[in-house]
């Protein structure tokens, strides 16, 4: 059986810097549209695509992590569901991945 | 599969299962919804663009450009009807090193007084070589153009020759009682070219792909996420079903 904690450190260190870059993705979505065309944000809209397309793909490997802890860790469907969508909403993002990690080290097979 | 497909079947629709497949479907669902709309996006942005860079009807100058406003994109290549009136022929120059046909020629350019001392410059045609300044049409003409942004620098303005090396507004509004637009239009009306051949507007160049770039990007990571749905459903109904079979036997 491989180890069901190895991709927890992985998966604590994506999930930290996908809540930290959803945060600017929203900050920014929300500053474009209500700061003036001259504004910072709307200056560098190319920087911002580039930066929310990162996010896109450093999600989609948030996501393949969750997958690989979920069956290592024998989670049930909803829970798995529920850490992958928790990581989408700012701020929430950080109190999922504290659930999944703490889920993890309690080595429960079965976390509510 | 030994076991049976009524088995097998109830093992898959079980309450718990049945709701993880409601879900895998509205999420796919949702995914795809969210890729062709992402896409639909990206098709209305190309759109914009291409109908920004030609294929646009013909409008009327007053009321597309104010006096005063800089010279937008909404407006480069943009083709008009300008009416207004032709300032005297000896306020007309020519811009020279103008190539067409192979041949290098120059462009005769007008003031067309549109409102008060406002004048907007007009080409209107090309020469071979620079002559006597062809007569204005007299009166209140309509012109069918095309506008263009001023151009770069170039060879300074010769009062007495009347010449100058390229359509720099700056430098052309030092030079005529007028007060100029920022930009200058290519005449397609033969009936104003004094004589002289018209000048082919310059041709927009194609819409590049990468217009909407980030709709289309997201419109793909969508359907990547609905796909990952798709086999995380798959991965954990089929887990799922293992799990509960030796139960049932």
Redesign the interface.
């Known amino acids: 059986m491989k180890n069901p904690a190895g991709p927890l450190r992985p998966y604590q260190v994506i999930a930290t810097v996908v809540g930290l870059n959803l945060l600017f993705v929203v900050t920014a979505a929300i500053a474009q549209r209500t700061t003036g065309d001259q504004s910072w944000w709307n200056r560098n809209d190319g920087l911002i695509t580039v930066i929310d397309q990162v996010h896109g793909v450093l999600f989609m490997a948030l996501l393949v992590l969750i997958a690989i802890l979920a069956q290592r860790n024998r989670w049930k469907p909803w829970f798995t569901i529920s850490t992958m969508l928790l990581a989408t909403i700012p701020l929430v993002s950080f109190w999922a991945e504290r659930r999944a990690t703490h889920a993890v080290k309690a080595g429960s097979p079965h976390p509510a | 599969m030994n076991r049976g497909a009524p088995a097998s079947a109830r093992l898959w629709l079980r309450p718990?299962l049945v709701g993880?497949h409601l879900?895998a479907i509205v999420a796919v669902a949702f995914c795809v919804f969210m890729g062709m709309w992402q896409l639909g996006a990206y098709d209305s942005r190309q759109e914009h663009e291409r109908a920004d860079k030609q294929d646009v009807p013909r409008v009327a100058f007053a009321g597309l450009w104010g006096e005063d406003e800089p010279f937008e994109a909404r407006l480069n290549h943009r083709p008009v009807a300008v009416e207004g009136e032709f300032a005297s022929a000896t306020d007309q120059v020519w811009v020279t090193g103008k190539q067409q046909g192979g041949r290098t020629g120059a462009w005769l350019l007008a003031p067309l007084i549109v409102g008060g001392d406002q004048a907007l410059l007009v080409v209107r045609g090309w020469a071979p070589s620079v002559t006597e300044f062809p007569p204005v049409p007299a009166g209140t003409v309509t012109v069918a153009a095309v506008l263009e942004p001023g151009e770069a620098i170039g060879t300074a303005f010769d009062t007495d020759r009347r010449e100058i090396g390229s359509v720099r507004i700056p430098a052309l509004t030092n030079e005529l009682p007028y007060d100029l637009y920022s930009g200058f239009a290519i005449s397609t009306s033969t009936a104003v070219a004094g004589g002289l051949d018209l000048v082919p507007p310059p041709k927009p160049g194609d819409v590049s792909w990468t217009v909407g770039?980030?709709n289309l990007?997201?419109a793909f990571?969508w359907w990547?996420?609905g796909a990952?749905a798709a086999f995380?459903w798959w991965?954990?109904s089929t887990?799922?079903v293992a799990a509960a079979r030796p139960k049932v036997a």
């Open positions: 718990g993880l879900f770039l980030r990007a997201y990571q990547v996420f990952f995380m991965r954990m887990e799922s």
